[in-house]
C-alpha cells in the first residue's frame, strides 16, 4: 500500500521516522501550502496520515481514487469529512491513546496558571517589579472546590483523578446524560473542564445560555476543541466579568501559520484569562506514545486488522 504523510512532523522521534520509512511511509519535510498541493501529494495514495492540516474534505478524498484509509494522529477526527469518508467506504482511524495524561495533565496547568496569577506575576518579575502590598497576586485554592467534568472518557476520568488527589470534589456529565444534568453541573460548578470531542451534537453545547448559567466566581477551561464552545459569547462574559475567568488551550478556526488571528488575540489581552497555542497534547512523553501508536495503526492495516476505526 502506497502511504502518504504529505506533512512536515517534527514531533516524531528519528526512530520512529526510520521505522515508518521501513513500512514504506513517503513523508515530506515541509507543509502544503493549499489544498491543491494536499492533493497533488496525496493522489495516489492508499493511505493518508494526517496531523496538522486543516481539513481533509471531500476534495482530497475524492482526489485520491485508491484511497482506503485515513489515519489522523490524534484523538479527534473532526478535521475529516467523515460522512464523505464514510460514503466512498474509506475508514478513519484516530490515535486515542497517546496524549491522555499530557491533556489531563495541562488543564490543571491552565487551573493553576489562571487562580495563582502566574503569568501577570512573572511578568512583573521580568519588568523588574515585585509584589506591591502583602495581597497581591493573591489566588484561589483548588482544594475544596467543586470541579464539573463535561465528558468522561480517558481523559475525563484522568482529570477526575487529579482532581481528587488534590482534594476537589468532582462531579461529570457524559453522552448518556440529559440536557438538565449539563446544565446543574455548570450551575453548581465551581471548575468546568470540557473534555469531550467535537461532534454535530457538541458544537455549541457550551451556548450562551449555559455560560449565562456559570457561578460568578467559576472557571471554565477547555483543552478539547474550540468549536464547543460560543466563542463570541464566552468573549462577551470574561470581557465583563460575568465570570471569573477561563483557561483555554483550543480556539475557533485556530491559524495553520505561525501567527495568531485577532480572535485569538483578543482573549490573551483579558486579564482573567489564561491561553496557550493548543498544546495540551505536546509532550516528549506523548510524542513517544503517539510513534508507538501510529506504527500500531499502520502495521495493523497492512496486516488487513486495523484498529482504532472510528468511523
Not at 454535530?200 to 450562551?208: A, G, M, V
Not at 488575540?265 to 496557550?276: D, G, H, Q, R
Request: aromatic fraction near 8%; proline fraction near 3%; charged fraction near 25%.
Amino acid at each position: 500500500m502506497k502511504i502518504v504523510l504529505p506533512e512536515c512532523i517534527e514531533i516524531l522521534s528519528n526512530r520512529h521516522v526510520n521505522q515508518l520509512k521501513k513500512l514504506g511511509v513517503v513523508f515530506y519535510n515541509n507543509f502544503p501550502k493549499s489544498e491543491e498541493e494536499f492533493m497533488k501529494r496525496t493522489k495516489e495514495a492508499e493511505i493518508i496520515v494526517f496531523k496538522w492540516y486543516p481539513k481533509v474534505s471531500e476534495n482530497i478524498i475524492k482526489n485520491a481514487s485508491k484511497l482506503k484509509y485515513i489515519v489522523a494522529l490524534s484523538t479527534g477526527i473532526n478535521f475529516v469529512d467523515v460522512d464523505y469518508a464514510s460514503k466512498k467506504g474509506v475508514k478513519v482511524i484516530n490515535c486515542p491513546n497517546h496524549n491522555v495524561y499530557a491533556v489531563a495533565e495541562h488543564v490543571f496547568t491552565l487551573m493553576f496558571s489562571l487562580v495563582r496569577n502566574i503569568v501577570e506575576a512573572q511578568t512583573s518579575i521580568r519588568k523588574g517589579d515585585w509584589k506591591k502590598s502583602p495581597y497581591s497576586y493573591q489566588g484561589v485554592e483548588l482544594s475544596g472546590k467543586k470541579l464539573g467534568i463535561i465528558g468522561y472518557g480517558k481523559i475525563g476520568k484522568d482529570v477526575a483523578k487529579i482532581g481528587k488527589a488534590i482534594g476537589m470534589n468532582i462531579q461529570y456529565v457524559n453522552s448518556k446524560s440529559s440536557s438538565d444534568d449539563i446544565d446543574k453541573l455548570i450551575s453548581s460548578s465551581d471548575f468546568i473542564s470540557l473534555n469531550i470531542p467535537l461532534t454535530k451534537r457538541t458544537k455549541n453545547i457550551i451556548d450562551k445560555r449555559r455560560i449565562n448559567l456559570m457561578k460568578k466566581t467559576a472557571y471554565l477551561i477547555n483543552a478539547s476543541r474550540g468549536e464547543i464552545i460560543d466563542q463570541q459569547a464566552l468573549f462577551f462574559t470574561l470581557k465583563n466579568r460575568k465570570i471569573a475567568g477561563a483557561g483555554l488551550d483550543v480556539f475557533v478556526n485556530e491559524p495553520i501559520t505561525d501567527k495568531a488571528s485577532l480572535d485569538i488575540v483578543k482573549f490573551a489581552k483579558l486579564p482573567n484569562v489564561i491561553t496557550t497555542p493548543h498544546l495540551g497534547f505536546n509532550t516528549k512523553e506523548s510524542a513517544l506514545r503517539l510513534g508507538d501508536e501510529f506504527i500500531r495503526n499502520i502495521e495493523a492495516i497492512l496486516k488487513e486488522k486495523p484498529i482504532n476505526v472510528v468511523v
